[in-house]
């Protein structure tokens, strides 16, 4: 298999992650003691543009998850990779889930 079988979960996982620079990134490298809360109050300054572009790009993701998915069942073919975007696909949406919870409730009280 060729790395751009596995476009579609790489596009949840960096949107995600992309997403997680504002708020989820900075609190886990406070947790950790790697950093400190001035970090954290620069990042914030940015949320506005990185979560609504990390729910687009989990959106994007599984629309083309599922394009993918029925051009092979017309055409009566195996999805490549299907099995492992999907856990990608499913994996971001996790994540963006956890970046939603940490971005709403715990650092916006």
């Given at each position: 298999?060729?790395?751009?079988?596995?476009?579609?979960?790489?596009?949840?996982?960096?949107?995600?992650?992309?997403?997680?620079?504002?708020?989820?990134?900075?609190?886990?490298?406070?947790?950790?003691?790697?950093?400190?809360?001035?970090?954290?109050?620069?990042?914030?300054?940015?949320?506005?543009?990185?979560?609504?572009?990390?729910?687009?790009?989990?959106?994007?993701?599984?629309?083309?998850?599922?394009?993918?998915?029925?051009?092979?069942?017309?055409?009566?073919?195996?999805?490549?990779?299907?099995?492992?975007?999907?856990?990608?696909?499913?994996?971001?949406?996790?994540?963006?889930?956890?970046?939603?919870?940490v971005d709403f409730f715990l650092v916006s009280m």
């Open positions: 298999m060729k790395p751009s079988d596995y476009k579609t979960g790489m596009i949840g996982l960096g949107a995600v992650f992309g997403a997680s620079l504002c708020c989820a990134l900075p609190l886990a490298l406070i947790l950790l003691g790697l950093s400190s809360g001035g970090f954290m109050m620069y990042t914030m300054q940015f949320r506005w543009v990185l979560y609504p572009l990390g729910l687009l790009g989990v959106g994007t993701a599984w629309w083309l998850f599922w394009r993918e998915k029925q051009r092979c069942d017309a055409l009566v073919c195996k999805m490549t990779g299907g099995r492992v975007n999907l856990m990608l696909v499913v994996s971001a949406t996790a994540l963006m889930g956890g970046v939603t919870y």
